[in-house]
């Protein structure tokens, strides 16, 4: 049973930093990319930040220059650094990954959420 946990969420002042975890358990092959979403009381969810097997990170214009994903490694761990918070940031945050359980079988995964709350 492959599951994603998440760590690192609080309450932070705006201006400041916070560092979310995942960490992808498991027996599985491989992970094919990784990524942060996050969801405000209200609103859709929405795509924060993805980084690929191929070592390729992209980012949502809100975050952009302000947020930084870690790339893939062994660790099977996504490491998503928060600089620079605004309220509007404010939200849960949630990790998603695709992952190949066996050489032709990829499934989508999410974790269970982190509370991000920005102070202003």
């Known amino acids: 049973q492959v599951q994603l946990v998440e760590s690192g969420g609080g309450l932070v002042q705006a201006g400041g930093s916070r560092t979310l975890t995942c960490v992808a358990s498991?027996?599985?092959?491989?992970?094919?990319?990784m990524a942060w979403y996050r969801q405000a009381p209200g609103n859709q969810r929405e795509l924060v930040a993805t980084?690929?097997?191929?070592?390729?990170?992209q980012y949502s214009d809100s975050v952009k220059g302000r947020f930084t994903i870690s790339k893939l490694n062994t660790n099977n761990t996504s490491v998503l650094q928060m600089n620079m918070l605004k309220s509007e940031d404010t939200a849960v945050y949630y990790c998603?990954?695709?992952?190949?359980?066996?050489?032709?079988?990829?499934?989508?995964?999410w974790g269970q959420g982190t509370q991000v709350t920005v102070s202003s």
């Open positions: 980084t690929t097997r191929g070592g390729r990170t």
């Open positions: 498991g027996r599985f092959f491989y992970i094919q990319d």
């Open positions: 998603n990954a695709n992952i190949y359980i066996s050489a032709l079988t990829r499934n989508d995964y």
